[in-house]
Nanobody, 123 residues
Framework: VQLQASGGGLVQAGDSLRLSCLASGRTFSLYNMGWFRQAPGKEREFVAVISRSGGSTKTADSVKGRFTMSRDNAKNTVYLQMNSLKPEDTAVYYC?????????????????WGQGTLVTVSS
């Protein structure tokens, strides 16, 4: 599966932004999907994961209550709705796909990655 993330940009603190990740292929619904982010000089970190059906999600404590992940299997797309953005949310955001049943929150748990989209939050 190939992934293409989009929707990043420059926003002010408190604003909202929605990221999208479009997947190629006919087997999208077989993948758990994740969002990760990487700030300058830092390691890539888990943001959110959603199950194949979309019935289960998990989000990192740092974004809980502000970010929501969803998916539309008919459109081969996952979304990350980001509200109440903070300067510390500034990072390149990556979507990832995992064919296993692990529902992973680690970088190593994913074997397909998109190219990333930059989110910059100004104070």
């Amino acid at each position: 599966v190939q992934l293409q993330a989009s929707g990043g940009g420059l926003v002010q603190a408190g604003d909202s932004l929605r990221l999208s990740c479009l997947a190629s292929g006919r087997t999208f619904s077989l993948y758990n999907m994740g969002w990760f982010r990487q700030a300058p000089g830092k390691e890539r970190e888990f943001v959110a994961v959603i199950s194949r059906s979309g019935g289960s999600t998990k989000t990192a404590d740092s974004v809980k209550g502000r970010f929501t992940m969803s998916r539309d299997n008919a459109k081969n797309t996952v979304y990350l709705q980001m509200n109440s953005l903070k300067p510390e949310d500034t990072a390149v955001y990556y979507c990832a796909a995992d064919r296993s049943s692990a529902f992973s929150v680690t970088v190593k748990g994913y074997d397909h990655w998109g190219q990333g989209t930059l989110v910059t939050v100004s104070s």
